[in-house]
């Protein structure tokens, strides 16, 4: 059964478009260089763009002063971040429940582990201090080590990286956007 070719985008010229639009030009492609399809898309972008830069108004305005700070404000109000209090209560729920749950295995063990014939011996005030104390200290010890490794991968994070890479291409087109289409001022 012959159907009609597929007018779908293969993925290899979605990953190449994607690169190009990151920064590297599709000159610097070697896939754009041996697909017609690329190389039609990219005479199409670049037909785009000479159309718009044709059409924009010779005087381009400045935008207002405090643009871009409104423009930030409005996009850090509009996401919504966590904010450094929260994590930490979630860090301090994450040590509280390490170590109730150190507590709760390390008492399991304790009367699981006994033989039924013997009597149970009873856990002196002592003993109960030791166990809180060690696992506060297993809790501490987790997150003094966890906290430093997760900040690290946070920021050595390619997702961090393609987040940066978004805001910059956001910000590019709303520079051209404040350039070309402002209304000019008097």
């Known amino acids: 059964m012959n159907s009609a070719p597929s007018t779908a985008v293969r993925f290899a010229c979605r990953v190449a478009r994607y690169r190009c ?16 399809a690329c190389q039609r898309h990219f005479q199409a972008v670049a037909a785009l763009d000479l159309g718009l830069r044709r059409s924009a108004p010779a005087a381009r305005p ?35 429940a390490t170590a109730a749950a150190f507590a709760g295995a390390l008492g399991l063990a304790v009367f ?9 011996a009873r856990i002196t005030p002592a003993e109960t201090v030791a166990m ?14 966890g906290i430093p490794r997760a900040a690290a991968a946070v920021t050595d994070n390619p997702l961090q990286h393609e987040f940066g890479a978004v805001y910059a291409d956001l910000r590019s087109a709303v520079d051209f956007l404040a350039l070309n289409f402002l209304p000019q001022s008097g």
């Open 62 to 96: 400045a935008p207002a002063a405090d643009f871009e700070v409104r423009l930030l404000r409005s996009v850090c109000a509009a996401r919504a971040p966590a904010s450094a209090r929260a994590a930490a209560g979630q860090r301090a729920w994450l040590g509280a």
């Open 21 to 36: 639009a990151l920064g590297a030009g599709p000159a610097a492609s070697a896939h754009v260089a041996g697909c017609p």
């Open 132 to 145: 809180a104390a060690a696992a506060q200290e297993f809790s501490s010890r987790l997150v003094a080590a």
């Open 112 to 120: 699981a582990g006994r033989p039924a014939a013997a009597p149970a």
